[in-house]
């Protein structure tokens, strides 16, 4: 049982560069989501899923797109890579995603810097 | 990861001592609240929860503590050891239906030895 798994550990892109963050879950979760994580504040929701073929959005969702065509993959596509998209990402599961239902569970991040 | 944590502030503790980090919640209609450890270049890893039904919380060695009066949360580890240091962070919700949680900056915690 692997858990949540990220891919990649760090990347590099240039401004205009596309390119997707992969996280998969071998734990059966309905819920998926993405936060990124900036110096000086919390981590912040980008899209969400609560099941296959579900998705929406968060509270920070300019700039990224996600699918989720199955239970245990949520891409996390950035189209066109912009300097402010420099941050941490984290990828998390959970059964239901419900607040206070079940307990979420990270990957251990994607560290993207856009230059 | 590192440069995440370079503008949090800092707890020092020796190693066994007790430690306590604290963390005001930002809506008083929260009401559950999370507490995460962050080791450097992990994801957030999960510690203890409490509702707003209760003022306290126990675990293996961790308390957690609960004052809705001044929206304030506590997070409480007895005899802190070395791989208790990590970046410490709070999340509030309300519990209705919502998938949405307002997490905390956080605190590092450094052991000393």
């Known amino acids: 049982n692997a858990g949540v798994t990220q891919t990649p550990k760090f990347q590099v892109l240039k401004t205009g560069q596309s390119m997707t963050l992969q996280c998969a879950q071998d734990?059966?979760?309905?819920?998926m989501s993405w936060y990124r994580q900036d110096p000086g504040m919390g981590l912040r929701l980008i899209h969400y899923?609560?099941?296959?073929?579900?998705?929406d959005q968060g509270e920070v969702p300019n700039g990224y797109n996600v699918s989720r065509s199955t239970t245990e993959d949520f891409p996390l596509r950035l189209l066109s890579a912009a300097p402010s998209q420099t941050s941490v990402y984290f990828c998390?599961?959970?059964?239901?995603?419900?607040?206070?239902?079940?307990?979420?569970?990270f990957g251990p991040g994607t560290r993207l810097t856009v230059l | 990861g590192e440069s995440v944590g370079l503008h949090l502030p800092t707890l020092s503790v020796q190693e066994g001592d007790n430690s306590i980090i604290n963390c005001a919640y930002s809506?008083?209609?929260?009401?559950?609240f999370i507490w995460y450890k962050q080791e450097s270049g992990k994801g957030p890893q999960f510690i203890i929860d409490?509702?707003?039904?209760?003022d306290k919380r126990q675990g293996q060695r961790v308390t957690v503590l609960l004052n809705k009066t001044v929206k304030h949360l506590s997070l409480q580890i007895a005899a802190t050891q070395p791989g208790d240091s990590a970046v410490y962070f709070c999340a509030e919700t309300i519990s209705s239906g919502t998938y949405k949680y307002i997490f905390g900056t956080g605190t590092r915690l450094k052991v000393l030895a």
């Open positions: 998390a599961s959970s059964y239901s995603g419900l607040a206070g239902a079940d307990t979420q569970y």
């Open positions: 409490i509702r707003s039904n209760m």
């Open positions: 809506n008083s209609a929260s009401d559950y």
């Open positions: 734990m059966n979760h309905e819920y």
């Open positions: 899923s609560v099941g296959a073929g579900i998705t």
